[in-house]
């Protein structure tokens, strides 16, 4: 579990939905009593970095992770080097296009 004693308060402008900010993997804000946000980290990296190199699976905070439908998405260009799992489709489904 993520120690809470860390936790950090930010105050965001009303309409600030296009700021991106940066945090862990594994982050929960709450900015009202009823009100939650979560947060999601993105790496953009490019086709010659390994993303998991030697493992199948995510362990962290306890939990155990198999990454066998999980990948990479690529965003633009192609990728000759085939390092990474790459997936087009989510695990809901929905298919990621390049844009």
Same mark, same amino acid.
């Given at each position: 579990?993520?120690? &809470?004693? @860390?936790? /950090?308060?930010? &105050?965001? %402008?009303?309409?600030?939905? @296009?700021?991106?900010?940066? =945090? $862990?993997?594994?982050?929960?804000?709450? =900015? $009202?009593?009823n009100?939650? @946000?979560? +947060?999601y980290?993105? !790496?953009?990296? *490019?086709?010659? #970095?390994? #993303?998991? *190199?030697?493992?199948?699976?995510? &362990? &962290?905070? +306890?939990?155990r992770?198999?990454?066998?439908?999980?990948? #990479? /998405? /690529?965003?633009? +260009?192609?990728? !000759?080097?085939?390092?990474?799992?790459?997936v087009?489709?989510?695990? %809901? +489904? =929905?298919? =990621? %296009?390049?844009?």
């Amino acid at each position: 579990m993520p120690d &809470e004693s @860390r936790a /950090v308060s930010m &105050e965001m %402008r009303p309409g600030s939905s @296009r700021i991106l900010v940066d =945090f $862990d993997a594994f982050i929960v804000s709450q =900015f $009202d009593t009823n009100k939650t @946000r979560l +947060g999601y980290a993105t !790496r953009y990296v *490019p086709t010659t #970095v390994k #993303v998991y *190199p030697n493992t199948d699976v995510i &362990e &962290e905070y +306890g939990s155990r992770l198999s990454l066998d439908k999980y990948g #990479v /998405v /690529v965003v633009s +260009g192609e990728d !000759r080097l085939k390092l990474n799992n790459a997936v087009t489709i989510s695990t %809901r +489904g =929905f298919e =990621f %296009r390049k844009g």
